[in-house]
């Protein structure tokens, strides 16, 4: 299908590279006004044309970018908290500051994306948020102790925010995507992806295109029943 989101603005994190851009791409083949935005882009005017700066910890570029926004457009239809980030520390000697920094990313951020974008929602009467948690929000490994604890609070927030403004015709869910083939597998060491994929009941990794179709049904109109969810993209790997 196509024109599924025609007429909705968009703001997405994260947008650079990865899931985030083949979100962002997605949305656009569809008819949205899509505002990608990365800490890796240049600052500058904010404009649907171009990439903007935000540093997804920031409340004054929060501020700056939703401001933008609803002075060009008006509002804010849609919002994908994908920016994030992962370490590989264990519980018993993790460094604080590396703790700190990937709760920010991970958690912080998107909490800190809703709160710049709900307001307006609330006014309007309507709105989606889709928040890229993990498999590994839900499931664990070793390890990764920092990454399990930040996405697995973004699965709660998920919920949380759902059920407080499904009320003011907001639907708030989360894609939980499994191994996918972006610039952070890549530098992963290949055993680690070998195990993950092994894991994997489809026998491969997705690619982000998989991650974004099923982020444009969650934004759409076609979806306005679904709220708290928690959506598995993973090739079956939380249903072993």
Same mark, same amino acid.
């Given at each position: !299908?196509?024109?599924?989101?025609?007429?909705?603005?968009?703001?997405?994190?994260?947008?650079?590279?990865?899931?985030?851009?083949?979100?962002?791409?997605?949305?656009?083949? $569809?008819?949205?006004?899509?505002?990608?935005?990365?800490?890796?882009? =240049? /600052?500058?005017?904010?404009?649907?044309?171009?990439?903007?700066?935000?540093?997804?910890?920031?409340?004054?570029?929060?501020?700056?970018?939703?401001?933008?926004?609803?002075?060009?457009?008006?509002?804010?239809?849609?919002? @994908?908290?994908?920016?994030?980030?992962?370490?590989?520390?264990?519980?018993?000697?993790?460094?604080?500051?590396?703790?700190?920094?990937?709760?920010?990313?991970?958690?912080?951020? /998107?909490?800190?994306? !809703?709160?710049?974008?709900?307001?307006?929602?609330?006014?309007?009467?309507?709105?989606?948020?889709?928040?890229?948690?993990?498999?590994?929000?839900?499931?664990?490994?070793?390890?990764?102790?920092?990454?399990?604890?930040?996405?697995?609070?973004?699965?709660? !927030?998920?919920?949380?925010?759902?059920?407080?403004?499904?009320?003011?015709?907001?639907?708030?869910?989360?894609?939980?995507?499994?191994?996918?083939?972006? /610039?952070?597998?890549?530098?992963?060491?290949?055993?680690?992806? $070998?195990?993950?994929?092994?894991?994997? /009941?489809?026998?491969?990794?997705? @690619?982000?295109? =998989?991650?974004?179709?099923?982020?444009?049904?969650?934004?759409?109109?076609?979806?306005?029943?679904?709220?708290?969810? =928690?959506?598995?993209?993973?090739?079956?790997?939380?249903?072993?």
């Amino acid at each position: !299908m196509v024109d599924r989101l025609v007429g909705k603005v968009a703001i997405v994190t994260g947008a650079h590279s990865g899931i985030g851009l083949a979100i962002a791409d997605a949305f656009r083949a $569809e008819g949205a006004t899509v505002y990608a935005s990365d800490i890796k882009a =240049e /600052p500058g005017n904010i404009s649907p044309s171009s990439e903007a700066r935000l540093d997804v910890t920031s409340e004054h570029e929060w501020d700056r970018l939703v401001g933008a926004v609803k002075e060009q457009q008006g509002r804010v239809d849609i919002l @994908v908290n994908n920016a994030g980030g992962t370490n590989y520390e264990y519980l018993h000697d993790f460094n604080v500051e590396n703790w700190n920094s990937l709760i920010a990313l991970n958690q912080l951020g /998107p909490a800190l994306g !809703m709160r710049a974008v709900l307001p307006s929602m609330m006014e309007d009467g309507r709105g989606a948020i889709i928040n890229i948690s993990s498999i590994f929000g839900a499931r664990s490994v070793a390890g990764i102790a920092a990454y399990h604890a930040s996405k697995g609070a973004l699965l709660n !927030m998920t919920r949380n925010a759902a059920v407080s403004y499904a009320r003011q015709g907001i639907r708030i869910n989360a894609i939980l995507p499994g191994w996918t083939r972006t /610039p952070i597998t890549e530098a992963q060491d290949p055993k680690l992806n $070998e195990e993950f994929i092994g894991r994997t /009941p489809i026998g491969r990794g997705a @690619v982000p295109a =998989e991650i974004a179709q099923p982020a444009v049904f969650l934004a759409s109109d076609e979806a306005s029943f679904v709220t708290g969810v =928690e959506l598995p993209v993973d090739g079956g790997y939380l249903a072993i």
